[in-house]
């Protein structure tokens, strides 16, 4: 019987259909089990433009979404507990986390790729440990299985505009601000209290940042100001120059992702 589940395991492959420019293709990634007992690692790649929708070709602007299931090598029951990363070619390490994302439960990190992204192939490597047992997961090397990260000039793919929270047309002189700046996460939206979301806050001055998720599971990034909440929780930190900030979700958590979103205002 282990014998015929190790056998299956070797012959494992999941073929994805891919979104790319040049048109729909065929993503075939494979999990390689190299002995009995080893953890498998099955997974893709989405990007969060347009929902949840399974790529491998990405341009500024965008997240590589890398979504991953462990699964022990001799019962191919999932693997709560494992330890699991993401190794990219640029030699950064990505710790993955498991919670429930839709209908599933896997393993979940974002990667955002910016102008200073190289373009080209990235190349990566999934490993999961648990206990004595390890597991390695890496696409084919085919061109459709492989990342490729493209400059936004040559990104043939039409971005869609999206309405974010502004403050235009408020006089900043006169907003009423509040260095204690209370967050709630739901399924997909980001809002204060009383439904804002946009939050005003002194230069100068220490801020504290609160999450809370009342429906999903989520994090929260503020951009340019190098704060980040990977989860419910607080944190303190002082904006020493005025300007406006954009406040995203960087947990993947579903189809409306990329719509959660807020904005921090710091005035003089």
Not at 12 to 29: K, R, T
Not at 166 to 171: I, M, Q, R, V
Not at 193 to 209: D, H, I, R, S, W
Not at 244 to 268: I, P
């Amino acid at each position: 019987m282990k014998k015929m589940l190790f056998a299956s395991m070797l012959m494992l492959l999941i073929v994805l259909a891919a979104c790319s420019n040049d048109g729909d293709e065929q993503v075939s990634v494979t999990a390689d089990v190299n002995e009995l007992g080893s953890l498998v690692i099955t997974g893709d790649t989405v990007t969060e433009q347009g929902g949840c929708v399974l790529a491998s070709r990405f341009s500024p602007g965008d997240k590589i979404i890398f979504r991953n299931n462990v699964l022990d090598g001799l019962t191919n029951e999932q693997v709560k507990d494992a330890k699991v990363q993401v190794h990219l070619s640029t030699g950064e390490t990505l710790d993955m986390q498991y919670g429930k994302h839709g209908d599933d439960n896997f393993w979940v990190v974002a990667y955002p790729v910016t102008k200073d992204t190289p373009t080209g192939t990235l190349n990566y490597t999934v490993t999961a440990e648990y206990k004595e047992q390890k597991g390695e997961f890496k696409p084919f090397n085919v061109a459709p299985s492989l990342l490729t990260i493209v400059s936004e000039e040559a990104s043939a793919a039409p971005k869609e505009d999206k309405e974010e929270p502004t403050s235009e047309g408020e006089d900043l002189a006169a907003v009423e601000t509040n260095q204690k700046v209370d967050i709630i996460g739901k399924n997909f939206e980001f809002h204060g209290p009383n439904g804002e979301q946009t939050f005003y806050v002194k230069a100068g001055e220490e801020v504290t940042l609160s999450l809370k998720s009342d429906e999903g599971l989520h994090g929260i990034t503020v951009e340019g100001l190098d704060v980040k909440l990977d989860k419910d929780g607080t944190t303190k930190f002082t904006p020493e120059k005025a300007g406006e900030f954009n406040m995203v979700c960087n947990v993947f958590c579903g189809a409306g992702h990329g719509d959660m979103t807020a904005k921090l205002v710091v005035v003089q």
